[in-house]
């Protein structure tokens, strides 16, 4: 049985990270979606433990200070963090895990060497990222000017991903990122074992 991968979901917020990524697991069986911790409260309709787990910061402090976490960020003054328990065992039972995090937390595992695919989502203009985010009608003024003038920056770190996707049309955008993601599967570097094998059995 093949091992997983871990697929890392990014993109500024109001790029459409946690729709494509819901979308991506109802298509993709073999996908496995990976929970992040977060400080934040939560949002209407979200509840602790399928959007996320919702923990108080002194919990959270005590999950680093345990290694407990995959990857950790601070972001709009909260924090968030991948479980490492859980990414482990679903890569061991050769699920691919999808981490749909921020770019704080992507480029901590661009640091390892644990195979990650990048994957950076991207919005058609910021003028239609404007509109998403104020669309949502979940934040303040305060907080929606404070994602506008992080985007630029974070759109700006897109070129450290292995690839780019625009989210113009959510279809397109999950079809591209499951082309990318099969894609992956067939690299030779990650089929020697089995191409070996064959010569093996044919000496």
């Known amino acids: 049985m093949k091992k997983g991968k871990i697929?890392?979901?990014s993109g500024p917020s109001g790029t459409g990270k946690g729709?494509?990524?819901k979308k991506l697991l109802e298509i993709n069986h073999?996908?496995?979606?990976?929970?992040s911790a977060t400080t934040r409260a939560p949002r209407p309709n979200e509840q602790n433990g399928r959007e996320y787990l919702f923990v108080a910061k002194a919990e959270f402090q005590t999950m680093i200070e345990r290694g407990e976490l995959l990857e950790w960020a601070g972001v709009y003054d909260n924090y968030y963090g991948t479980p490492l328990k859980e990414v482990e065992r679903?890569?061991?039972a050769g699920k691919d895990v999808l981490l749909e995090i921020d770019t704080q937390g992507a480029q901590s595992i661009m640091k390892k060497d644990i195979g990650a695919v990048f994957i950076f989502l991207l919005p058609p203009s910021l003028v239609e990222l404007?509109?998403?985010i104020r669309g949502r009608g979940t934040e303040e003024e305060a907080v929606i000017q404070k994602r506008l003038k992080a985007a630029s920056a974070e759109i700006n770190l897109g070129k450290d991903y292995n690839y780019l996707v625009i989210n113009d049309t959510i279809d397109v955008a999950v079809e591209e990122i499951l082309a990318i993601i099969t894609a992956e599967h067939c690299k030779t570097a990650n089929n020697l074992t089995i191409l070996n094998n064959l010569l093996a059995k044919g000496d």
Do not use: D, H
């Not at 073999?30 to 929970?35: C, F, R, V």
């Open 19 to 21: 729709t494509v990524g």
């Open 90 to 92: 679903l890569l061991a």
């Open 7 to 9: 697929i890392v979901l």
């Open 30 to 35: 073999n996908l496995a979606y990976s929970i």
């Open 130 to 132: 404007e509109k998403r």
